[in-house]
């Protein structure tokens, strides 16, 4: 029992994605967003499980990569697909009707790059020992909650920063994020191996910002956090360079 306790959270998050999906299907992409973010808790728990009862499998391993694919691929490419489409004034029965802009069309497509880039991400992650106290990449969760954060956050920021929602601006964001997922830019982890505030002081600053953030600004802080995170992380990546260059000429 306490071996299958890790799988079994692993798959809440699979049937939280799956439900997410739904509601995108039926026009409730809200709801969806705030699943986003259970199926990330679910995400965080079953490694934490996993940890804890000193439980690592191949299947889990594999499991959690399939599971994420759902919950932090397709669901956030759907979640961008819904907001292309409001964002150009489509209707969600008929998103390729034909008096819509060729331009328009390519835009819609632009979702499909998360889903993909997500799997290459999940595949590299599977198969990548450098990754065992660090990332490479974004990782899926973060962008997920990013897109799902970008969601909820609509009815206030489409009134402070209507460009937000500029479909433009959405396929260029949309674009940016999937490449962030493949590229090999060091990232930090929240797996803390001590709680040393020297080694963990990144990690530290992020949990204090993202918590004064979320408190203060709710959904709207998620989506600043995750951007916190991506620019701590290319700092952490520029502050390095220079020390590993004098290492090397050395």
Partial sequence: MLRNIPNFITILNLLTGVTGIWFVLEANPYTAALLVL????????????????????????????????????????????????????????????????ISGKILLLVPLFIPAFSAIRLARF??????????????????????????????????????????????VISLA???????????????????????????????????ILIVFFKITGSLLSILIYILLSLYSNLKKKPAEISSLRN
């Fill in 38 to 101: 259970l199926a990330a808790i679910f995400d965080f728990f079953d490694g934490l499980a996993a940890r804890l009862l000193n439980m690592h499998s191949a299947i889990g391993k594999s499991l959690d990569s399939l599971a994420d694919i759902v919950s932090f691929g397709v669901l956030p490419g759907m979640i961008v697909f819904k907001l292309l489409a409001v964002s150009l004034g489509v209707g969600a029965e008929s998103p390729w009707e034909s008096d819509l802009l």
């Fill in 177 to 211: 994020l999937s490449f962030l997922l493949i590229t090999d830019v060091k990232m930090f982890s929240l797996k803390f191996q001590t709680f040393d505030l020297r080694s963990n002081l990144v990690r530290y600053i992020f949990l204090f910002l993202s918590l």
């Fill in 126 to 171: 599977d198969n990548d020992d450098r990754q065992i106290s660090e990332f490479r990449g974004l990782p899926t969760p973060a962008n997920a909650i990013f897109i799902a954060s970008w969601l909820g956050s609509y009815p206030v920021l489409n009134q402070q920063l209507p460009w937000l929602y500029n479909p433009w601006i959405i396929a």
